[in-house]
């Protein structure tokens, strides 16, 4: 098959940091190929200079053996690249037919929106990835999970030659990535080249033909999937082999090792009959001291919801907490960080850090009155327990001031977890703690959580990951906000189906 | 201030013409923050209330599209007679016209119209800028002739409020003439005047403008404020330049009580004259003549301009002038 | 780990179905233009309180005052709207009002014909408008600072050609286009604010460019990625509130029949408050040019009720602050909701307690 | 399913050590404090221009009269600081200046004594700000909105309150306390602003309120899911904002000996100005308040070279909103590194260029 794609030493650098350092990449023609790399790897720069959203420092860019230059992303749209950015580019306030058209809406006349041929495009668009939304409603108004699948469609729809995809999956339920892979499958079947990036190797696997490793701005390896295993494209992604680690174990199939071992008969907290309007309905169980408690369901079943009320982020319209026996209002995530609650948000970048501020100064941000007298920050004792946190935590930064925003994905969400160590929280609530975070330090937060149980810590993890909530200690599975089934650690099987099964 | 509602239905006619339950209809184009507009309308309603009348007044707030609105409403309200402040000469051309086909008389004050509106309306009180500017500018060349002799240069600075801006232009050209008037006397002197400067009527605006150019110019001689209300300003601004004291003569206009007092207190002080332009005053012959338009009595008014008559105050006559009570110098007559 | 390969669970969405009847019938049209309907109402329940306080205001006098006197903040306003709607904001354009009745009455004098004398001024008011834009687009300036700039920038330039004090019109022809004549009943400046709202809101809702607005305002990265020209039409959108701001300029030389520098001081944050009393929001991507007026007219007809009864104009400041705090309340920053969240919470606790009972 | 106890994965990362020398010896305080660079640069270009151009200008007098008038948009140019800082802004304080200088002109003269009239003001003052605070962070006004219907209610009540224009101050312990007065070789105006930026400074590095508001700036909902008091901090800063307008309306009445609402129009743009040209972002979490400050002079400066050297009030606006520009865009629009970048980028092309002939 003919190289559709073929880029040549591309360079690109930001303020202080090269985020890539000569990349040379073939694709060829009809073929899915993936990117894999590290969080701070340079997979989406790549991708967005490939896109045209960024220009390159240096370097070719060769498209069906013609040498392209875009400026904007336009010029590559009209070249037939196509591009689901890591961030939702969609536009909250607008109707979902015009979020798919955007950039090119259909015309009546010379100036006038031609709605009717939008609408119905929109909709062949959804149908296609399998989704049936009203259209007309303001894409804001839908859930994470049907707002990635609008923007699916919207890169679907146009006649593509190359469609880039960057970690498309990330936020989308299981059934409906099995969807977009029948339906990427048989884009490529047509001709049309796919660049795909994802941090979950079994999704490499089974979609990709071949595999091109990045590590620090350098391609490091180029595999096909057929004639290698995750291992070999995790060694490369790192660096050092990881054989006999947990990792790798957890590559080969292993199911990952037990989070919670802490567990005693301590009641900790109690919930009953706990309800946000319609997203969280009559919630009740307790939690243990030292349990690690999952809560599994599929994207938009409410366990962001529920993870949120149990940390005073968001507002209950009904039901009880009670902490330590002691019934609980929870007015503010303040009230519950003051009884030792803290939360990872899932949106990392909106919720999590405040991006020009150092890492020293995210670490302690729920515990300054600690670092401070009279209000006034002892910066010696912030920076030396920032500086502990880095070490204990691995976190790969050049010193405790570099600001947030210029670090990796893992990397921000250790530091959001350092900040709840730092703050000697006894209850951790992780909202999709290990979404977007690569490999390696996927592990390395799991590594962490452990830790914190064995130390006699309690975590309560929800998430949607399967693999995620097989390893807590006992799991309840969420639907349409109702607890619909309660599970204990050795009660699933190791394809997780016993969870799945409950998920509709 | 509640204004009287409703047009003048409760009156006889009769009764009107001697100014009982004649509704007067005020346009201001300013009043919140200044002295000088709230003394003049409260000369127009003490004069209005003395024969019975009511006066409604609108403030436009510097704004003469909203003026025209207010003109309007005034209109609207059915007011036998409308008194106008107005914000520009010819803005208020659409106004004029309305009150015109209303029926209803106009009586202008304190600031003109332009010679083609005035054939609609029935009187102009106010006082001479020019002339008024002339008093100010012949007293200040006097005491500068007394102070720095009749050889020299004598650089004058005048401080108005905006470029462009009419009463700036009428009351400053009215100084320079009486000025020269004055100094012409005296070949031996040169008259330098610097480009004027603006505060926008506002002490504190005007503080840094007078403050640079006297610092450019430290043989500054001659001040000229063209509003009270900025000398606050001025002072603080020539004595950060470190020229105010006896090496300068500050003239300004308005006769604000304050300066009047300043003048009394310090008399061989900067300050050697404040033409007065007598607000109160202007309030009330322009509800007179208000009274007179309604009674189509042209002869109260026989040029269509009533220029009332305005003094200079000097440290020589301030004591006559002060009064504790009031704000600005009244005509002497009639206190 | 295996691969997922799972038989898809039935979806938890759960699809409303979509119209699909096409949405442009004429009335459609109409329906889609009309604002979100409490704002009127609120517009609705001052004149009601006008009526009752004011036996002036309901007369046709008065109304055609009030509409006249507001169609030069009304035309500044949609021209503000379509800024904040991309998330900008323009306050340059009180000077750039300025500029144009200083423009025009200077044209005119010279003798220039009316016609081409407007287009000059319109071009001039354009292009003052557009080096907002390139400021805001090439150098990256942030919009309050660069109009704040320009706003500087335009009053001095306005001052240096003005030269004199003010500048008489007499140009009758000009003067009847723009103040005095009528069309069809309607006075001229009302019939140019209307025409420019019904623009603005067909072009606000059914066009390309309309449409891409909402997008910049919305979430401009995502605006630019997909490929829309994002600095082109920003640089549009300010010239078009430059060139608005000249046609109200225009309106109001011909209504003050003069050119004066000292026009239009502070019209910049009149039409801003209107353009959010409208519903608009200043991070953009919200709003529609017809709640704009709206807002307008809410503010001119409480200004024109309160001269009505004669309350003075010390307290009208205070009161004008907080009506717009008040209508903010109730449309851009949710109040209505809040406010009937907070009476039904209230009710159903009680009636809960007393359930108990 | 047995628990598969691996051993844990070799750490992908290797922390490079931070460094952990402590950084709070005086010298590295001061350090801290320092603004950019080139912001100083800036500053120091135009004072060698003043001094080519005008004899006057480098002066010990128009340097210290210079200073002692900037004072004043200085204090209010520190608390726009803080409020800009969290992501808001404050249009209310020049009226709340003008409001100050009238309560404290009636205080004194209705016999009060010095020290007391100035905390009755100050309160007032602060109370108005605490109003901001309270539409913005109950109400949900956006900060625009909320304190520019703030901007017209001040000013209305001090009207109000003022009732009659000018209001003489003759309490000579005020206005040497505030304006004639100096302490060690410095005017008191100077020193008062001296000590506020320098309370500003350390509060905004090394105070936990100075952390939060960088925190709110930032991004508010991590601040809020930290636990910080974001509402609470709110209010403080809007309340400080008319705490230090109320500052410097002390300044300004001892100034012009006198109460009086007509003053103050328009500082907040120019306090608004000098702290984006200062560095500082609208959308809120960056900048420092000594960087405003010199900011102010940056503006100030320029004036009073344009007014030495006698170029006429028109064209001084006209330069204003250029200087306005291109300081903001040397400072926060990254206009340096961009004006480098093209240099280096066109530089380097031409380079590779030749090297390929
Ligand atoms: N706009 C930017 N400004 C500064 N640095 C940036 C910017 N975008 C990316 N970087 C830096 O460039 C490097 C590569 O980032 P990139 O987003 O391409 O990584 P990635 O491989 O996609 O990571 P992830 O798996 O977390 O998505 C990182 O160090 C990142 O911090
Ligand atoms: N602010 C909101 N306004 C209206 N509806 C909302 C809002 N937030 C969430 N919803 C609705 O609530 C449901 C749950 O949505 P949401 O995506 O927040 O669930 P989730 O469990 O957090 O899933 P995810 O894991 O996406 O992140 C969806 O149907 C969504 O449309
Ligand atoms: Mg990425
Ligand atoms: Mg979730």
């Known amino acids: 098959m003919p190289d559709e794609l073929r880029l040549t030493g591309i360079t690109k650098g930001y303020l202080g940091v090269q985020a890539l350092k000569g990349v040379d990449l073939t694709v060829r023609r009809g073929t899915i190929h993936a990117l894999a790399g590290q969080n701070g790897a340079g997979k989406s720069t790549l991708i967005k200079i490939i896109s045209g959203a960024e220009t390159p420092d240096g370097g070719t860019m060769h498209l069906g053996g013609e040498l392209k230059r875009f400026r904007e992303p336009i010029d590559a749209q009209n070249a037939g690249i196509h591009t689901i950015y890591q961030e939702l580019s969609l536009v909250p306030s607008l109707s979902v037919a015009e979020n798919i058209f955007l950039g090119q809406l259909p015309r009546r006349g010379r100036t006038a929106v031609d709605w009717s041929t939008m609408q119905s495009g929109a909709r062949a668009a959804l149908d296609r990835v399998g989704f049936d939304l009203d259209v007309r409603r303001p894409v804001g108004s839908f859930s994470v999970a049907e707002q990635q699948a609008v923007e699916l469609a919207k890169a679907l729809h146009k006649d593509a030659r190359l469609l880039l995809l960057d970690e498309p999956t990330s936020t989308l339920p299981l059934p409906d990535v099995e969807r977009l892979f029948t339906v990427l499958r048989s884009v490529a079947e047509q001709g049309v080249t796919l660049l795909y990036i994802s941090h979950r190797m079994d999704e490499l696997y089974s979609l990709c033909h071949e595999v091109t490793v990045l590590r620090d701005g350098r391609k490091t390896a180029e595999f096909d999937t057929t004639t290698s295993t995750p291992s070999d494209v995790v060694t490369a992604m790192v660096g050092k082999s990881l054989q006999g680690s947990i990792?790798?174990?957890?590559?080969?199939?292993?199911?990952?090792?037990?989070?919670?071992?802490?567990?005693?008969?301590?009641?900790?907290?109690?919930?009953?009959d706990l309800s946000e309007d319609e997203r969280v309905e009559g919630v009740s169980f307790e939690l243990r001291k030292g349990e690690v408690l999952g809560i599994s369901g599929l994207i938009g079943s409410g366990q962001s919801e529920l993870a949120g009320l149990l940390a005073g982020a968001r507002r209950k319209s009904r039901g009880t907490i009670k902490l330590d026996d002691k019934a609980m209002v929870f007015k503010n995530p303040r009230d519950a960080i003051r009884r030792g609650i803290g939360l990872l948000p899932q949106d990392r970048k909106a919720e999590g850090f405040v991006p020009d501020m150092g890492v020293a100064g995210n670490i302690t941000l729920a515990s300054l009155p600690m670092f401070s007298r009279f209000s006034v920050i002892d910066s010696r004792a912030e920076k030396r327990v920032a500086t502990q946190m880095v070490e204990r935590l691995g976190m790969?930064?050049?010193?405790?001031?570099?600001?947030?925003?210029?670090?990796?994905?893992?990397?921000?969400?250790?530091?959001?977890?350092a900040r709840w160590l730092a703050r000697s929280s006894r209850l951790l609530i992780c909202d999709e703690p290990t979404r977007g975070v690569d490999v390696g330090a996927k592990e390395d937060m799991y590594e962490l959580i452990r830790d914190f149980a064995r130390a006699g810590g309690t975590v309560i993890i929800s998430s949607s990951e399967i693999t995620e909530a097989m390893m807590c200690d006992r799991v309840l599975v969420m639907a349409r906000g109702r607890v619909v089934a309660e599970f204990e650690h050795d009660d699933i099987d190791p394809q997780g189906h016993a969870l799945i099964s409950e998920f509709a | 201030l509640t204004g009287c509602r409703g047009?003048?239905?409760?009156?006889?006619?009769?009764?009107?013409?001697?100014?009982?339950?004649?509704?007067?209809?005020?346009?201001?184009?300013?009043?919140?923050?200044?002295?000088?507009?709230?003394?003049?309308?409260?000369?127009?309603?003490?004069?209005?209330?003395?024969?019975?009348?009511?006066?409604?007044?609108?403030?436009?707030?510097?704004?003469?599209?909203?003026?025209?609105?207010?003109?309007?409403?005034?209109?609207?309200?059915?007011?036998?007679?409308?008194?106008?402040?107005?914000?520009?000469?010819?803005?208020?051309?659409?106004?004029?016209?309305?009150?015109?086909?209303?029926?209803?008389?106009?009586?202008?004050?304190?600031?003109?119209?332009?010679?083609?509106?005035?054939?609609?309306?029935?009187?102009?009180?106010?006082?001479?800028?020019?002339?008024?500017?002339?008093?100010?500018?012949?007293?200040?060349?006097?005491?500068?002739?007394?102070?720095?002799?009749?050889?020299?240069?004598?650089?004058?600075?005048?401080?108005?409020?905006?470029?462009?801006?009419?009463?700036?232009?009428?009351?400053?050209?009215?100084?320079?003439?009486?000025?020269?008037?004055?100094?012409?006397?005296?070949?031996?002197?040169?008259?330098?005047?610097?480009?004027?400067?603006?505060?926008?009527?506002?002490?504190?605006?005007?503080?840094?403008?007078?403050?640079?150019?006297?610092?450019?110019?430290?043989?500054?001689?001659?001040?000229?404020?063209?509003?009270?209300?900025?000398?606050?300003?001025?002072?603080?601004?020539?004595?950060?330049?470190?020229?105010?004291?006896?090496?300068?003569?500050?003239?300004?206009?308005?006769?604000?009580?304050?300066?009047?007092?300043?003048?009394?207190?310090?008399?061989?002080?900067?300050?050697?004259?404040?033409?007065?332009?007598?607000?109160?005053?202007?309030?009330?012959?322009?509800?007179?003549?208000?009274?007179?338009?309604?009674?189509?009595?042209?002869?109260?008014?026989?040029?269509?301009?009533?220029?009332?008559?305005?003094?200079?105050?000097?440290?020589?006559?301030?004591?006559?002038?002060?009064?504790?009570?009031?704000?600005?110098v009244r005509a002497q007559d009639s206190q | 780990m295996t691969n997922n390969t799972l038989t898809g669970p039935p979806r938890s969405q759960s699809p409303q179905a979509p119209d699909a009847r096409p949405a442009t019938t004429a009335l459609d049209v109409v329906k889609h233009l009309l604002p979100k309907s409490y704002l009127l109402l609120v517009l609705l329940a001052i004149i009601i309180i006008g009526y009752y306080v004011s036996p002036d205001f309901l007369t046709a006098r008065n109304a055609q005052n009030v509409i006249a006197a507001a169609s030069i903040t009304?035309?500044?306003?949609?021209?503000?709207?379509?800024?904040?709607?991309?998330?900008?904001?323009?306050?340059?354009?009180?000077?750039?009002?300025?500029?144009?009745?200083?423009?025009?009455?200077?044209?005119?004098?010279?003798?220039?014909?009316?016609?081409?004398?407007?287009?000059?001024?319109?071009?001039?008011?354009?292009?003052?408008?557009?080096?907002?834009?390139?400021?805001?687009?090439?150098?990256?300036?942030?919009?309050?600072?660069?109009t704040l700039a320009m706003m500087s920038a335009i009053k001095g330039f306005s001052y240096i050609i003005q030269s004199t004090s003010l500048i008489q019109i007499t140009n009758q022809a000009f003067i009847n286009a723009f103040s005095s004549g009528s069309w069809l009943w309607v006075r001229n400046p009302v019939a140019i604010f209307i025409i420019v709202a019904v623009i603005a809101a067909l072009v606000a809702k059914f066009s390309t460019f309309g449409r891409s607005l909402y997008a910049i305002g919305g979430n401009s990265e995502a605006a630019r990625l997909s490929g829309l020209p994002v600095a082109r039409n920003l640089l549009i959108t300010y010239t078009l509130s430059g060139f608005l701001a000249g046609l109200a300029g225009l309106i109001a030389a011909a209504q003050l029949q003069q050119g004066s520098s000292?026009?239009?001081?502070?019209?910049?944050?009149?039409?801003?408050?209107?353009?959010?009393?409208?519903?608009?929001?200043?991070?953009?991507?919200?709003?529609?040019?017809?709640?704009?007026?709206?807002?307008?007219?809410?503010?001119?007809?409480?200004?024109?009720?309160?001269?009505?009864?004669?309350?003075?104009?010390?307290?009208?400041?205070?009161?004008?602050?907080?009506?717009?705090?008040?209508?903010?309340?109730?449309?851009?920053?949710?109040?209505?909701?809040?406010?009937?969240?907070?009476?039904?919470?209230?009710?159903?606790?009680s009636r809960s307690a007393a359930a108990a009972q």
């Open chain 3, 262 to 349: 000292l026009i239009g001081v502070g019209y910049e944050l009149d039409a801003i408050a209107a353009v959010v009393v409208g519903g608009a929001s200043l991070m953009g991507g919200k709003g529609d040019p017809i709640s704009a007026v709206i807002g307008v007219f809410v503010l001119a007809t409480i200004i024109n009720i309160m001269n009505l009864v004669g309350i003075s104009s010390e307290p009208q400041l205070v009161i004008k602050g907080a009506v717009i705090i008040i209508a903010v309340f109730l449309s851009s920053a949710g109040g209505v909701q809040r406010i009937s969240g907070f009476f039904s919470s209230h009710f159903g606790r």
């Open chain 2, 7 to 328: 047009g003048g239905t409760t009156a006889s006619s009769e009764d009107k013409a001697s100014g009982k339950g004649l509704v007067i209809g005020w346009s201001q184009r300013g009043i919140s923050g200044s002295d000088w507009w709230k003394t003049l309308v409260d000369g127009g309603r003490s004069q209005a209330s003395s024969v019975g009348a009511t006066v409604d007044v609108l403030d436009a707030n510097g704004d003469t599209v909203r003026q025209n609105a207010d003109i309007q409403t005034l209109i609207t309200k059915g007011v036998d007679v409308l008194v106008i402040n107005a914000n520009d000469p010819i803005g208020i051309a659409p106004s004029i016209a309305a009150a015109k086909a209303a029926g209803i008389p106009v009586v202008t004050v304190n600031s003109n119209l332009d010679p083609s509106l005035v054939p609609d309306t029935f009187c102009y009180v106010a006082e001479d800028q020019g002339a008024t500017g002339a008093l100010a500018g012949a007293v200040a060349a006097k005491k500068a002739v007394e102070k720095f002799g009749s050889t020299g240069e004598i650089k004058i600075v005048g401080i108005g409020g905006f470029p462009g801006d009419v009463l700036t232009d009428l009351r400053f050209n009215g100084f320079m003439k009486g000025f020269n008037s004055v100094v012409s006397a005296d070949p031996g002197i040169t008259v330098n005047q610097l480009p004027t400067k603006y505060g926008s009527w506002k002490p504190d605006q005007a503080l840094g403008p007078i403050r640079d150019v006297a610092t450019a110019n430290p043989d500054l001689k001659v001040v000229y404020s063209m509003s009270d209300v900025m000398n606050g300003g001025v002072v603080q601004g020539l004595q950060q330049a470190g020229i105010y004291g006896p090496g300068i003569i500050l003239a300004s206009y308005d006769g604000g009580m304050v300066s009047v007092k300043t003048m009394q207190d310090d008399p061989t002080g900067p300050l050697q004259a404040d033409a007065s332009n007598q607000p109160w005053d202007q309030g009330t012959t322009a509800v007179k003549m208000a009274l007179a338009a309604y009674n189509k009595d042209q002869t109260k008014c026989p040029d269509k301009t009533l220029y009332i008559k305005t003094t200079v105050v000097t440290p020589d006559n301030a004591a006559s002038y002060y009064k504790a009570d009031d704000t600005y």
């Open chain 1, 396 to 417: 790969k930064v050049s010193s405790v001031n570099q600001p947030m925003k210029t670090l990796s994905g893992g990397t921000q969400q250790k530091g959001i977890l």
């Open chain 1, 247 to 272: 990792a790798d174990a957890a590559l080969r199939g292993e199911r990952s090792p037990r989070l919670g071992s802490g567990k005693t008969g301590d009641v900790l907290m109690a919930v009953s």
């Open chain 3, 74 to 146: 009304a035309v500044l306003a949609i021209g503000q709207f379509f800024v904040i709607l991309t998330g900008g904001i323009d306050l340059s354009v009180g000077s750039t009002l300025a500029m144009s009745t200083v423009i025009i009455a200077l044209t005119l004098q010279s003798g220039m014909n009316a016609g081409l004398a407007t287009g000059v001024t319109l071009a001039a008011c354009a292009f003052a408008g557009l080096i907002n834009g390139v400021l805001i687009v090439w150098l990256r300036i942030p919009p309050f600072i660069a």
